[in-house]
């Protein structure tokens, strides 16, 4: 009994350690860039890459910018989202691409896609760069 007890926190402490975001099941590793949002193509240049760790980060039209995924896979959450601040002309299509990524509750990558999507039916496309 008392090596059950004992057996119990352990396992959980080797869990904290694991990923179990999008990162993990094939968005790690490479530079995602936004191809469409909602069928539309984002003439504007933004990316994203996910981090073992849980973490994300990117570039936005005008600004980089880093968070946290809070949801297994295909879950989407991000938390904690902080961007630079400077301006330039594209700060339209950046508000338009963080009010998306942060809308998005499900993941699912296939090869070199990532698809972003919510409950209401929009969708974001990016492509894993070369």
Known sequence: MVRLILTFPLLAL??????????????A??????????SQPFAASAQLQFHGDGKISGHAPCNSYSGTLNAPY?????????ATRAACAGLEAEG???????AMTQSEVSGNVLILRNEGEHEMVFTAAE
């Open 14 to 27: 080797f869990q904290c350690g694991t990923d179990e975001t999008v990162a993990s099941y094939g968005a």
């Open 29 to 38: 590793d490479q530079i995602w860039t936004l191809k469409e949002i909602d």
């Open 74 to 82: 295909p879950w989407f959450e991000i938390q904690d989202l902080i």
């Open 96 to 102: 338009m691409y963080f009010a998306a990524l942060l």
